[in-house]
């Protein structure tokens, strides 16, 4: 089975730095799609940055980035100038199509906390 | 409105009611899920819908009901739950069964159980 592992429950950056997020997973097939999760007090999950598994280039979206491993099987995501809104669950997640049907599998998560 | 709406948003129930929880997307996506996140657990597929039709069941215990009327609409019926079921539920749906492009989520429904 899938699985994605967060290792960092938690971690905090100074307001204006920068900050990694680190994702490893395990799948054996050569395909696959991995995503970054906000999850805030809203508790509203919003997609941060998705990765196409069989693209080289690193995703990048504004402020937000990925470091796509794909042979160590790694995907982290790299916060740059922090803002305290950046503040939240972090959740990494890959689409797994395992079985049949294709869905989400999920890390446990990183909480963030951005100090001023 | 746009999105994923889910109600109610805090729910809090005894273990003898039954209660439901509602899902709606006006996306025009054709899948729907239901997640489960405990804290310090990674998020559990419960039920997956695609065009109406329950395409996956993760083992979920029967006093959780799915039913899909429409592509719109997602329900979870609650009946004799029990504590540990206490959890924030999510609801999400994706363009089509391939998750190409992730899922679009509500903003869960805090279920207490006591």
């Known amino acids: 089975a899938q699985t994605v592992t967060q290792s960092q429950p938690e971690m905090s950056v100074q307001e204006a730095e920068t900050v990694t997020l680190s994702c490893t997973y395990d799948?054996?097939?050569?395909?696959?799609?991995l995503f970054w999760y906000k999850q805030p007090p809203s508790r509203q999950m919003i997609l941060v940055i998705r990765?196409?598994?069989?693209?080289?280039q690193n995703a990048t979206e504004n402020r937000f980035s990925v470091n796509f491993q794909k042979a160590a099987k790694s995907f982290s995501l790299k916060i740059s100038d922090s803002q305290l809104g950046d503040a939240a669950m972090y959740f990494c997640?890959?689409?797994?199509?395992?079985?049949?049907?294709?869905?989400?599998?999920f890390g446990k998560g990183t909480k963030l906390t951005v100090n001023p | 409105e746009t999105g994923v709406t889910q109600t109610p948003r805090h729910l809090v129930m005894g273990m003898t009611n039954k209660k439901s929880l509602k899902c709606e997307q006006h996306?025009?996506?054709?899948?729907m899920y239901w997640y489960k996140q405990s804290a310090k657990k990674p998020l559990e597929l419960m039920f997956v819908?695609?065009?109406?039709?329950?395409?996956e069941n993760n083992s979920v215990p029967s006093r959780f009901s799915p039913e899909c009327p429409n592509s719109s609409h997602l329900f979870l019926h609650l009946h004799t739950l029990q504590p540990e079921d206490s959890a924030l539920y999510l609801c999400?749906?994706?363009?089509?069964?391939?998750?190409?492009?992730?899922?679009?989520f509500g903003s869960g429904t805090r279920l207490t159980v006591v």
């Open positions: 999400a749906s994706s363009q089509n069964r391939r998750v190409d492009y992730g899922y679009t």
């Open positions: 799948t054996s097939e050569s395909d696959y799609y």
């Open positions: 990765q196409e598994a069989y693209k080289q």
């Open positions: 997640a890959y689409r797994s199509a395992e079985g049949g049907s294709e869905k989400l599998v």
């Open positions: 996306l025009g996506h054709n899948a």
């Open positions: 819908y695609s065009l109406e039709e329950r395409v």
